[in-house]
């Protein structure tokens, strides 16, 4: 599912990320680590449930997630 923003597409997993990122950094919480921990254990602690970030992340299979932010990666990469 694709949504349009001023940037252009968005991704409902890049919106998502977005809100979970902000939400960690205004807890107070190192967002890539607690990200790439949750993506690694599966387990919902590591996303505050400020902002419902941890509702919205777990709307997301894991997978899908991991699967944009490589694609994503190799895409700006040119590969």
């Known amino acids: 599912m694709k ?4 940037e252009g597409n968005v ?3 890049a919106l ?4 979970v990122y902000q939400a960690l950094v205004e807890k107070g919480y190192n967002p890539l680590d607690q990200i790439v921990g949750y993506l690694m254990s599966g387990d ?6 400020h902002r ?3 509702v919205l992340v777990r709307k997301l299979e894991r997978d899908r997630i991991i699967d944009e932010l490589v694609r994503t990666y190799l895409e700006r990469e040119g590969l």
């Open 16 to 19: 998502i990320l977005t809100e």
């Open 52 to 54: 419902n970030a941890r």
């Open 44 to 49: 919902p602690a590591y996303i505050t449930s």
């Open 11 to 13: 991704s409902e997993v």
């Open 3 to 6: 949504f349009q923003s001023k």
